[in-house]
């Protein structure tokens, strides 16, 4: 168990609709990041919040927003969803900013399933 | 553009004996590595990390070795056991463009080891 939670933990929805993914960080941990991982893609980095801030973006849609809230979990909203939007989703914490060698745990994802 | 390469997407290796992941990467700029394992149905859990100072980290039976100048890395695992059987991921982080990539890990396609009894 590594510590990072994360709701639901199987999602299945229709095209054009809006979800919203839950993750709790580590005790103590500041940044949170979300990744997606799809058949053909492998893992991708999307985003990542430092103590409620954005601090990095990566492959992340426009049709796709998060944030930290001040308790420290953070949500990833998808909305106008499509197909190839199905896949797992991830979400890791850790410690500091990022900018020092750090590691990232993850929590267990979210299968998100589109139809 | 795949920064972090895992070229075989399978190993098979029998019981008691050692088993060698690799890993090869082309941005200089990373300064931090990773190594995690992934069941079906779980998140990545970290195995072992080394910085880019290192050329070797030990923990228990995994033992990472780091090759700057050939930008490679490697896991080993002595002695594998059925219960290593998993999607290894290599991770690498770094590279920092004014500070805007913070701890973005950019991950290799895994690869899936069959430890066999």
């Known amino acids: 168990d590594s510590g990072v939670t994360q709701t639901p933990k199987h999602l299945i929805t229709a095209t054009g609709q809006r979800v919203t993914l839950r993750c709790s960080p580590r005790s103590g941990d500041l940044s949170v990041y979300w990744y997606q991982q799809s058949l053909d893609q492998g893992l991708q980095f999307l985003i990542q919040?430092?103590?409620?801030?954005?601090?990095a973006k990566g492959n992340i849609l426009e049709r796709f927003s998060a944030q930290q809230f001040p308790d420290l979990h953070s949500e990833l909203n998808l909305s106008s969803l499509e197909l190839g939007d199905s896949a797992l989703y991830f979400c890791?914490?850790?410690?500091?900013?990022?900018?020092?060698?750090?590691?990232?745990?993850f929590g267990p994802g979210t299968r998100l399933l589109v139809l | 553009d795949q920064q972090v390469k895992q070229n075989s997407p399978s190993l098979s290796v029998q019981e008691g004996r050692i088993s060698i992941l690799n890993c090869d990467y082309t941005n200089s700029m990373f300064d931090y590595f990773l190594w995690y394992k992934k069941y079906p149905a779980e998140g990545p859990t970290f195995l072992i990390s080394i910085s880019s100072i290192k050329d070797k980290n030990e923990d228990g039976r995994f033992t990472v070795f780091l090759n700057k100048s050939a930008k490679h890395l490697s896991l080993h695992i002595v002695p594998s056991q059925p219960g290593d059987s998993a999607v290894y991921f290599c991770?690498?982080?770094?590279?920092?463009?004014?500070?805007?990539?913070?701890?973005?890990?950019?991950f290799g396609q895994g690869t899936i080891l069959t430890v066999h009894p």
């Open positions: 890791a914490s850790s410690v500091g900013i990022g900018q020092g060698r750090e590691t990232q745990y």
């Open positions: 919040y430092y103590n409620g801030e954005e601090r």
């Open positions: 991770a690498a982080s770094g590279g920092f463009n004014g500070g805007t990539s913070y701890g973005k890990l950019t």
